[in-house]
């Protein structure tokens, strides 16, 4: 038999673990997932580790990684099939969870142009970030009788086809910008393919080139005076190179830089793009960012996600009619 008084005590003591219960029920209702990222992120980089294009996004993720909650961001370096195994893995990612991504190079919209590949780059990428663009340029041996862009196109008319440049593969950058430039200039010269820009350089120090046409590849070789430059294709004189003429200041009206940006798979969370987005932005906002851009000779070229993907989606139409019209269209 209870008392009228342990019975109200009872009630009491049941009333204070049901309201605790009901207040745990509610808060794990309303408990929020843990914030973007929680584990580790990788990135694929399409080349061998120790260029310009890793040395870049080894850098720019490790000033990125603070501002992702100090998680680890990993480079997987995946070489091969002319710089297009990032695209190829992230097209085949139903959804992106923003753990893996890849690195934008311009082949990604070129490519589809000229051969059957594994992606649609409007449809199966999510634009992140469009982060710096590197310089082409035409680079000669300091012992080339050519000093300027003049002597070099003065020659190929004198001698059509005699004339050679290495191409780090048919199709690139490089390969296009030279054979766009001789279209204009009513030369032809003879494009030399080689496996990557060390073998291109190797092969005009060497004298067995007369020259190439690649995205920075040259810089060093340019500092220590083993080369230098007859023209550039940016839109005005590099800061860094002021007596090298663009090809525009030449009445040519060849303008192309090559940039460089980060993607994800396809219907990422725009929270997850925007984290990502924020996150290598303030990257490029510290001291240590500019001084990775110096010593790459990479300039900024930033986007955010929307602008990225509608500068895509007009790039791939720009690259089109320059397949086209060099005559490189798929069958």
Known sequence: MHTPFFAANRRRVLQTVLAGAGAGLLARAHAQPAAFPTKPITIIVPVTAGGLLDGFVRGSARLAQPYLHDQPIIIENRPGAQLLLGADAIARVPRGDGYLLTVFT???L???????VNYDPIKDFTWIIEQVGTPFAVAVRTESPYRTLAELVADAKARPGAVSYATVGMGNG?????????RLQDVKVNPIPVKGSSEAIRGVLGGHFDCLCDAASWAPHVASGKMR??????EERLKKYPDVPSAR???????????????GPKAMDPQ????LHDAFLKAAATPEYRQLLDQLDLFPLYRNSADFAAHARDEFAREREMVQRLGLSKA
């Open 106 to 108: 311009q082949i990604m």
């Open 229 to 234: 430059l007859l023209v550039q294709f940016g």
């Open 174 to 182: 490089g390969h296009l910008m030279m054979e766009e430039l001789a």
């Open 110 to 116: 070129r490519a589809p142009h000229m051969r059957q």
């Open 272 to 275: 997850v793009v925007k984290t």
């Open 249 to 263: 200041e030449l009445g040519i009206p060849l303008i192309y830089t090559s940039p460089i940006g980060l993607l």
